[in-house]
C-alpha cells in the first residue's frame, strides 16, 4: 500500500510530462521492480498477481553459486545459499513481454517491453498501482537511461529476503519446464 510520505513525495518528485516526452524508456527497458508492501506484505496477494500474467518472480545475484546441480542432473536454485548470502533474492516485478512468469535466467541487457506498458498508453496501471520502483524513479529527461532509483537493489533485497522460502514454493508451481532457455540451460526448479 502506497505510503503517506510517498505521496508527498509524488508531488516534489514526479514529472509526468518528462516520462511523456521520453515515452516511457525505462519501461521499453525492463519492467520496474515491485515490493512486497505493494501487495501488502500478503502472499496471497503476490500469487494473485502472478496469476494474471502481468508479473514476474526474477532472482537478483551477483554469481551464478546458486545455481546447483539437483539429484536429477537438472541445474536448480539452492535456497539456502540465497538466504545466507547478502546480495541475493527472489522478488517480484513486472513481466516482460515475451518473457516467463518465473524469468530468473537473464542473457540480454534489455528484456522489455513491460507488459503493462504501450507506446499509445504508456503504463497502464495508475500512479497508486504501479510497482514500488516505478512510483519512486526520479525523471531525468536529459540521459533517461540514468534516471534516478531511489528504490535500490539494497532496498529490495532487504524487503523480500524474508520471502524466499514462500517465493520458491510459487516460483516451482509456476516454472515453464519448456521455455526455451530453461531447456537449453537444463534448469528445473
Ligand atoms: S523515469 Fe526516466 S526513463 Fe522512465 S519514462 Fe520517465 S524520463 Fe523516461
Ligand atoms: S509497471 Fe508500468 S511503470 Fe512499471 S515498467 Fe511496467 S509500464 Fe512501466
Redesign the pocket.
Known sequence: MISQTEIEMREILV?EE??R???????QRHACDCSPEDFDNDIRLMRRALETGKYAIDFTRSTADAFVYSSKGALTLDIEHILKTENEALYIRGRNRNRPIVDILHTEKKEGPCVMWSLEKGCELSFEQRPKYGRT?????FI??N?INTYTKQDLIQEWKPYTKELFKLAKEFFPKDWELYEEFNIVL
Open positions: 514529472n518528462k516520462c516526452v521520453c515515452k516511457g524508456k525505462c519501461c524513479v526520479i525523471p531525468f529527461l533517461p537511461e534516471c
